[in-house]
């Protein structure tokens, strides 16, 4: 019975510890919307919802100037 809980709490250590990963350099989007995207096209876009993930997405793809240039 001893060895069982040892070899309990040893393995609750070895899979508690895991190797720290960087995701600096990654750059991803989660959205979550229970209506769905229809459309990531600013263009098309109708809905709020859509409206503001597109937004969202875009203000990181695109940056204007002083001039409002893109």
Known sequence: MKWRVGFFIL???????GIDVDNSE???FRYNESAGIHTL???FSK????????????NGLV???NDLNV
Do not use: G, R, S
């Not at 393995?11 to 510890?17: D, P």
């Not at 809905?47 to 875009?58: E, G, R, S």
């Open 26 to 28: 990654k750059k991803i």
């Open 41 to 43: 096209d600013p263009a």
């Open 11 to 17: 393995l609750l250590f070895v899979t508690a510890c």
């Open 63 to 65: 940056q204007l100037d």
């Open 47 to 58: 809905d709020q919802a859509t409206i503001w993930a597109t937004n969202q997405l875009f």
